[in-house]
Each structure stands twice: as structure tokens, then as C-alpha cells.
């Protein structure tokens, strides 16, 4: 949960960066919110939740 929490927080804010820059305007931010927002409700949420967990787990094993 606080994983994925932090995700969600993350992306929100570069979603805002990226749009206060120039980079993305307000209409493509909505589609691709509204894209995220569906895609979490398909067969293929699982997976990507897997996916992010193991990346995540693979980044926290890295020491320096």
C-alpha cells in the first residue's frame, strides 16, 4: 500500500510538472488520467502491480 501510495503521489507530480512546463497541455493529462484510471480497473492491473512491485524491490535491494 505505501508503495503504491507513493507512486500514485509521484506521478501526480510530475503530471503537474510536466504540465505547469509547457510539456503536456491540460487536455492530453486528462486522457492519460482517465488512462490510468481504466486500465486499473482490467485483467491487466495484476500484472502491472507485480511488475511495479518487483522493480521496486529490485531498486531497494541495490546497495551503494
Same mark, same amino acid.
Given at each position: 500500500m505505501a508503495?503504491?501510495?507513493s #507512486? #500514485?503521489?509521484l506521478l501526480g507530480i510530475v503530471? #503537474?510538472?510536466? /504540465?505547469?512546463g509547457g510539456s503536456i497541455k491540460?487536455? *492530453?493529462a486528462i486522457v492519460a488520467?482517465?488512462?490510468g484510471f481504466f486500465l486499473a480497473s482490467t485483467g /491487466?492491473? *495484476?500484472s502491472? $502491480?507485480?511488475?511495479l512491485n518487483s522493480l521496486a524491490e529490485?531498486? $531497494?535491494s541495490i546497495n551503494f
Open positions: 508503495i503504491s501510495l #507512486v #500514485v503521489l503530471l #503537474v510538472v510536466l /504540465m505547469r491540460g487536455g *492530453p488520467v482517465l488512462f /491487466m492491473a *495484476p502491472i $502491480n507485480r511488475f529490485t531498486i $531497494n
